[in-house]
């Protein structure tokens, strides 16, 4: 089974709701990489559903990214803040204090005071900052334990895939401090890795229960080994439960 989802021009939608309770996340660039994910009893996320969207001189994705966010009951979403910032500021205002941007920390490893995925949070801007190393060995940590689970039947299933099996996790020494840098980098396109991190900072964000579903079909969920699986023992100590504390 295959779950129907009303383009924004069908005349039907008028509103529909499918379910509620689940996270967004977006991938921003000519195309974006959109994954929505709702919170599994395994200590993860199950994603629900995906999708690539082509920008437009409409601003297509905009619109297109808050049909679905409404249309899913998303209590929370997060988009990358670059490179087009116009489309996450149209995101931030309409969703209204729900959808944040997000930015990665890109500074020195040892100025970070906490090991969390969230630094820090604006309200007022609607913009998060990130502990990006800190994201994924979570995510991939949950991936490897199969808390984190795809949807085989998603047409997207392949090509995520695809993109979370090219995310590899690199330790260098840096010369002069001597401090071990972490970092994980892509060895091929990683799009829906990046969508898949987003929607987790969301279900950080707000850290909602589990809302019981109505969901018009039963997802066949499979499980994805990334690279580093040898790196991620000594993180236990890392793994967050959903949310943070304000």
Known sequence: TTL?????????????????????????GKT???????PN???GEDVLYQERIRQDGDNYVGKRTMLLFQLFGCVCGVVDSGPDTTLAQYLVKQGLGR?????????????LKTLDVLIARDEEEG???????????????????????LTKNCSEYELAKAHFRSF????????????????????????????????????????????????PYIPTLGRVSLKGDS???AL???????????
């Open 4 to 28: 129907h989802v009303p383009r924004p021009e069908d005349a039907e939608f008028g509103g529909l709701r499918l379910m509620s309770g689940t996270y967004l996340g977006l991938d921003v």
């Open 32 to 38: 974006c990489w959109l994954t929505i994910t709702t």
């Open 41 to 43: 009893d395994r200590g």
């Open 99 to 111: 959808i944040y941007a997000c930015r990665y920390y890109t500074g020195p490893a040892k100025n």
């Open 127 to 149: 913009l998060v900052t990130v502990n990006r190393t800190a994201l994924y060995d979570n995510l991939v940590r949950r991936m490897n334990k199969g808390a984190t689970r």
């Open 168 to 215: 590899k996790r690199i330790e260098t020494r840096d010369v002069e401090s001597g401090e071990t840098i972490v970092q994980w980098v892509a060895t091929a396109d990683d799009h829906y890795t990046h969508s898949l991190g987003y929607a987790d900072v969301a279900r950080r964000i707000i850290a909602v229960p589990p809302k019981e579903l109505v969901v």
């Open 231 to 233: 790196d991620q023992d």
């Open 236 to 246: 236990a100590g890392l793994w967050l439960p959903p949310g943070f504390k304000r």
